[in-house]
């Protein structure tokens, strides 16, 4: 009984089933697959169940429930849940709780959904395998000698496992679009500002957003209407109207130009991805699609652009975990740091709290990114790096709006490669950086951009075909991927 997001939310709504039936079940996936595959950091079992015995007795009064009645939802372990521990797979924050929701939890509490749980995350979202998280990598159901993707892993397992239809995600530059595309599901990233960021822990502020996965794109069209929209506070969050995003499913795509950019088929991509892709878009002409040639010249740019800017944000943003305010703290050796026993504490005494707490709470990849970050923004450096990567963003955007001149969505692989060994990338940072090649521009020019499933390898891993749209147009985007879903189909 895995069903999707809209067919639970109906059943639920008319009384065919309860929402505490379909928090038990969910309860009971993750229970007999959590130890294998470690897509849940935290099991809010408790929570749901009262969630879900709430939702039946509103029912019961008669009160008409909201569009993701009992729909169980998975969060990033990112996303602040009031009462209930949000780690950001590091360890500096393994036992830290929460005193309030991300605006994105709310307004799920709001809309009826079930929240089971938080799930497993490269640390602080820094990664593309989930090979980077504290508390052990998530694994890939297609195959378990494979990576999930990152660093959203845990929320796409959850969905591709059947434990929940859907979950939420963070997409700094490209979190949730290539664990969907390694596990077959659907996963978006919304335009920058569609979603509020209130409550999500910070990476890299000009990139992150909030998205959803699901096991179809209705359903994931769904979730985005409920979690997009205005919020006070988050200054970045557009006060544009959410369209009708469900409705957008389903509609013709006769007509609709899309553009198929050269740099994307370039040296580095897998045959069979490119194989699959070129099938999909082929079918998307088919049906009546107009597939034009793009260029988007400075893609070869975005890997560095990307990793200068997000780093840079990363240094400034996770200053805040100093063992003062949140989580962690380790004492140093008092000897060490120059004041005895019992002595006041002095400025090096605070400083050396300050290291030695980051010191043992941080991972490597965090650390990498911070002393990266930190390079970036010196002075002396700031101009030949971080400066220059802001107008190289600026050339990528650039590139988008004009390629946005001529056609109605741009049509891609997700990543350029099947999902990849765990232990293949580990040592190796930069192909790790690299596999992001794909995902990034979107992120650095804040579009919106979704990857659906097209045909699995030979061997059978999952594939995806990403569709970028111009910024605000998800509506478009999501008429392309449900009618490519749609062929898949019939
Ligand atoms: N893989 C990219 C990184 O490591 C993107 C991560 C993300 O989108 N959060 O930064």
Not at 11 to 22: F, L
Not at 257 to 263: F, H, K, S, Y
Request: charged share 20%.
């Amino acid at each position: 009984m895995n069903e999707d997001v809209i067919a639970i939310a109906g059943r639920v709504q008319r009384g065919e089933t309860t929402a505490v039936a379909v928090a038990e079940h969910a309860l009971g996936r993750i229970d007999a697959m959590n130890g294998e595959l470690n897509a849940f950091l935290t099991v809010a079992r408790e929570e749901v169940l009262e969630q879900a015995r709430a939702i039946d007795a509103k029912r019961a009064r008669g009160e008409a429930l909201g569009p993701l009645a009992g729909v169980p939802i998975a969060l990033k372990d990112a996303l602040c849940t009031r009462g209930v521990r949000t780690t950001c797979g590091s360890k500096i924050l393994e036992h830290w709780v929460p005193p309030y929701d991300a605006t994105v939890v709310t307004k799920l509490r709001q809309a009826d959904a079930l929240l089971p749980g938080k799930t497993n995350m490269d640390e602080f979202a820094m990664g593309s395998s989930n090979e980077s998280s504290a508390f052990g990598p998530v694994k890939n159901p297609r195959d378990l000698a494979r990576a999930p993707g990152g660093s959203s892993g845990g929320s796409a397992v959850a969905v591709a496992a059947g434990m929940t239809p859907a979950a939420l995600g963070s997409d700094t530059g490209g979190s949730i679009r290539q664990p969907a595309s390694f596990t077959g599901t659907v996963g978006v990233k919304p335009t920058y500002g569609r979603v509020s960021r209130f409550g999500l822990v910070a990476f890299a502020s000009s990139l992150d957003q909030i998205g959803p996965f699901a096991t179809d794109v209705r359903g994931a069209a769904r979730v985005l209407s409920v979690i997009a929209g205005k919020d006070e506070r988050d200054m970045t969050c557009l006060a544009a109207p959410a369209d009708d995003f469900e409705g957008a499913c389903g509609a013709s795509v006769k007509g609709l130009r899309i553009g198929v950019p050269e740099e994307y088929f370039a040296k580095g991509l897998d045959p069979e991805v490119e194989a699959s892709v070129r099938a999909a878009i082929a079918r998307l002409e088919a049906d009546g699609c107009i597939v034009k040639k793009v260029h988007l010249a400075h893609t070869r740019h975005a890997v560095a652009t990307y990793y200068v800017l997000a780093t840079a944000e990363a240094s400034s943003n996770l200053a805040r975990f100093d063992g003062v305010r949140y989580g962690l703290r380790v004492e140093p050796d008092r000897r060490a740091a120059g004041s005895g026993v019992g002595a006041a504490p002095t400025k090096s005494a605070l400083r050396a709290m300050y290291g030695a707490t980051r010191d043992a709470g941080f991972g490597a990849e965090v650390k990498r990114r911070i002393l990266l970050g930190t390079f970036v923004l010196s002075a002396g450096y700031y101009d030949a790096y971080y400066l220059k990567a802001q107008k190289v963003r600026t050339l990528i955007r650039r590139d988008f709006d004009a390629a946005f001149g001529e056609v109605d969505a741009i049509v891609c692989p997700t990543a350029p490669t099947p999902a990849f060994l765990l232990g293949e990338k580990t040592s190796d940072p930069l192909s790790m950086y690299l596999s992001d090649v794909y995902t990034l521009p979107a992120s650095l020019a804040g579009l919106p951009a979704i990857s659906v499933p097209c045909a699995p390898t030979a061997a059978g891993l999952p594939v995806g075909l990403q569709i970028i749209a111009p910024a605000l147009r998800e509506a478009t985007m999501f008429t392309l991927a449900s009618a490519w879903e749609g062929s898949t189909r019939s």
